[in-house]
């Protein structure tokens, strides 16, 4: 079993900057690959910017040159850098780390843009 915690959301105003945090715990030795989602009221998640199993990193159109996603391997933290934040990134923000079979998810952490 593989627990996932995020942090680190919050309110902010456009323009500003937020960092997400996600730390993962139990057999997280397996997890190939580790991203964050987002997920809009009414709409399903989508992928916001995910690390592959080569070290790799892929990212939305919307989000290239404003978020960056990094990890520190020691802390099995995953974190997500959101600078020149839009209202339209208001969301609820999600953690996934998956071993190729199964995916595990966070609990979501609320990031609110006000314009």
């Known amino acids: 079993q593989v627990q996932v915690v995020e942090s680190g959301g919050g309110l902010v105003q456009a323009g500003g900057s937020l960092r997400l945090s996600c730390t993962t715990s139990?057999?997280?030795?397996?997890?190939?690959?580790i991203g964050w989602y987002r997920q809009f009221p009414g709409k399903q998640r989508e992928l916001v910017a995910i690390?592959?199993?080569?070290?790799?990193?892929n990212y939305k159109d919307s989000v290239k040159g404003r978020f960056t996603i990094s990890r520190d391997n020691a802390k099995n933290t995953l974190y997500l850098q959101m600078n020149s934040l839009k209202p339209e990134d208001t969301a609820v923000y999600y953690c996934?780390?998956?071993?190729?079979?199964?995916?595990?998810w966070g609990q979501g952490t609320q990031v609110t843009v006000s314009s």
């Open positions: 139990g057999s997280t030795f397996g997890i190939n690959a």
């Open positions: 690390i592959n199993f080569d070290g790799s990193s």
């Open positions: 996934q780390g998956s071993d190729g079979k199964y995916a595990y």
